[in-house]
């Protein structure tokens, strides 16, 4: 996640904020980027495997569209729960939560 905050980011030098929370039964952090943003659509499809976001015949970042599949595995294999809410040109939260044990 925090290496998609660097590459889906607009700027030369990137604004990442990591954010951490501790319930009496969760552990929650949050990542925010200052990045490109996703419309409704795409936050649909970010987590499935091998999806990337169409822009024409040309990709002008790296990947394979794994990394955020791996990631929400991972997380519901922990019995978590991973989100994003994005505006398209306002960035990005990603958001995990996880069970404490």
């Known amino acids: 996640m925090l290496e998609n905050a660097i590459k889906y980011s607009s700027e030369k030098s990137p ?8 319930t009496n039964k969760f ?9 490109i ?29 794994l990394g955020l599949a791996y990631v929400k595995e991972i997380v519901e294999r922990h019995h978590g729960t991973v989100f994003v809410e994005s505006e398209k040109g306002a960035g990005s939260i990603f958001t995990v939560k996880l069970p404490l044990i």
């Open 15 to 22: 604004k990442i904020d990591v954010y951490t929370e501790s």
């Open 27 to 35: 552990f929650i952090f949050k990542i925010k980027d200052n990045g």
């Open 37 to 65: 943003g996703m419309t409704k659509s795409v936050q649909k499809l970010v987590f499935d495997k091998f999806y990337r976001e169409q822009k024409g015949n040309i990709h002008d970042v790296k990947g394979h569209g």
